[in-house]
């Protein structure tokens, strides 16, 4: 499913056709994805000139100098294609801009869904209301870590996905930073001292901008703005490498609980 480098990739594609912008057309082709669609999106949106391009943890968000924010997320399986040829059964939301360029929201899974509120109010907005410090901005530390989690008996891995303690982070990243920073996934969370949370925080930023360097995806079909096929597994460490041979001469392990595998290397992360 798409990650966190997904979204920021998909925003730095979306960012030149849209931005300073005039939607033309907007056309949503169904009443909902996992929820509904705003009624009034279209009319809110038509004629608006696109002002902002931003990403919060993953939710993607479109503002307009109406002082609107559409806001996406790409759910299991959505991506934007860019000037498509043709309209596609799954593409829910048609957007044309007075460049004459055109974008269509696909998501065959309807996993993702469309919203749209005032710009004013996003800070209030239920899923970042209680969301964590952005995983690539300076909140994100050592230090701030040490003290999110501090008194935690729960699995560090499991802290890292609450998003109310860093936003935006996924399986994949997650199983990735650990080993970057020789971590191992079952620590509690609380007992890590701060040099080694100072080396996860490092870890989880240097994997999400290695990521986002690559055009990362997690999602085989997954398309970049601009139509190339993005892949990042061949760079993953751990991830999907149960069996593999780890950089430090071990062997790359793989534990399922809840439907979601954890990869870690047994020999390397130790603490
Ligand atoms: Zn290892």
Redesign the pocket.
């Known amino acids: 499913m798409p990650e966190l480098p997904e979204v920021e990739t998909t925003m730095r594609g979306l960012t030149p056709v849209l931005l300073h912008q005039r939607l033309t057309s907007v056309e949503p082709r169904r009443a909902d994805l996992r929820k509904a669609i705003p009624v009034d999106l279209r009319q809110r949106l038509t004629g608006a000139t696109v002002t902002a391009l931003a990403r919060r943890a993953k939710y993607g968000l479109i503002g307009t100098a109406r002082g609107d924010t559409l806001i996406f997320h790409l759910g299991m399986s959505g991506r934007w294609r860019v000037d498509p040829t043709k309209v596609e059964p799954h593409d829910h939301l048609l957007l044309e801009t007075d460049a004459g360029r055109r974008l269509a929201l696909n998501d065959p899974r309807r996993f993702g869904f469309l919203d749209l509120l005032p710009t004013a109010e996003l800070d209030a907005y239920p899923p970042f209301a209680a969301m964590g410090p952005e995983p690539l901005g300076p909140t994100l530390t050592g230090a701030y870590l040490l003290a999110a989690l501090n008194g935690r008996t729960a699995p560090i891995k499991a802290m890292l996905l609450d998003q109310r303690i860093v936003a935006g982070l996924g399986n994949i990243y997650v199983c990735e930073a650990l080993h970057r920073a020789r971590i191992a996934p079952t620590r509690a969370a609380g007992r890590i001292a701060l040099p080694r949370l100072e080396r996860l925080a490092d870890a989880i930023k240097a994997v999400l901008r290695d990521a986002i360097a690559a055009g990362g995806s997690s999602l085989r079909d997954f398309a970049h703005p601009d139509g190339a096929l993005g892949y990042f597994s061949k760079q993953f460490r751990v991830y999907g490498r149960e069996g593999e041979p ?3 001469g ?1 062997v790359v392990r793989r534990r399922v609980e809840a439907g979601r595998s954890t990869f870690w ?1 047994p ?3 130790r603490g």
């Open positions: 780890c950089a430090c071990g290397c020999a390397c992360q």
